[in-house]
């Protein structure tokens, strides 16, 4: 499978715990994305890399979460002293970034419950 | 901050009647895409339109893009039970923030045979 993965796909935490996510892009896209999604809303844009360098962050996002990537292929999200209301699906998707041409495939979520 | 606003949140046709959805931006958009999301599945990319007053087809589907760049339409002729889904828009800012889409919050089609 060439597509975007992403692991894992379900997590359950409790409040205050850490949790981290990876992302893994289609091998020759140099962009990586990162977006909520909570039920019966659009992906809400988190971040996003282009090869290693974080571009933009979203100002919605608290200082509790944090994106790398280090090498410029898979990425990590981590969520610290996670909340209920951090509670979404997190999306990954990765496109090739040719020119003004920005299709973002997307890879099937980390579904995320904090109780 | 940027906004973008889809209409109507919900459509329910018979198979065979037309659907139209609606996207709105508060700014100008560098462009904009569309996405499909069945129920329990990711976005997955239709089409993204770049300049002012662009159509195009794929198929049944129609998209325009305003002349002012701030709203778009996607247009499915004589729908089938295969269209179900929720359809996005999402607008891209350009310059700076060229990576980054803003969504709409979707128009969920249901179409009954």
């Known amino acids: 499978d060439t597509g975007v993965s992403q692991n894992p796909r379900h997590k359950i935490t409790k409040r205050g715990q850490n949790v981290t996510f990876r992302c893994d892009p289609i091998?020759?896209?140099?962009?990586l994305y990162w977006y909520r999604q909570t039920l019966g809303q659009g992906p809400e844009f988190l971040t996003y890399?282009?090869?290693?360098?974080?571009?933009?962050k979203s100002r919605l996002l608290s200082d509790r979460f944090s994106a790398e990537r280090p090498k410029g292929s898979f990425s990590t999200l981590e969520i610290q002293r996670t909340e209920q209301g951090d509670s979404a699906m997190y999306l990954c998707?990765?496109?090739?970034?040719?020119?003004?041409?920005?299709?973002?495939?997307f890879g099937p979520g980390t579904r995320l419950t904090v109780l | 901050g940027q906004q973008v606003m889809q209409i109507p949140q919900y459509q329910h046709v018979q198979e065979g009647e037309d659907f139209t959805t609606y996207c709105n931006s508060s700014?100008?958009?560098?462009?904009i895409q569309w996405y499909k999301q069945r129920p329990g599945g990711h976005p997955v990319f239709l089409i993204q339109l770049v300049k002012s007053g662009e159509v195009k087809k794929q198929k049944r589907l129609t998209f325009q893009f305003g002349e002012a760049k701030k709203n778009s339409s996607l247009h499915i002729t004589a729908t089938q039970t295969t269209d179900v889904g929720t359809y996005f828009c999402a607008g891209g800012a350009g310059g700076t923030s060229y990576g980054k889409l803003t969504f709409g919050q979707g128009t969920i089609l249901t179409v009954h045979p």
């Open positions: 091998s020759e896209h140099n962009r």
């Open positions: 998707a990765s496109s090739l970034g040719q020119g003004f041409y920005n299709e973002q495939f």
């Open positions: 890399f282009q090869n290693e360098a974080q571009l933009e």
């Open positions: 700014t100008t958009l560098s462009n």
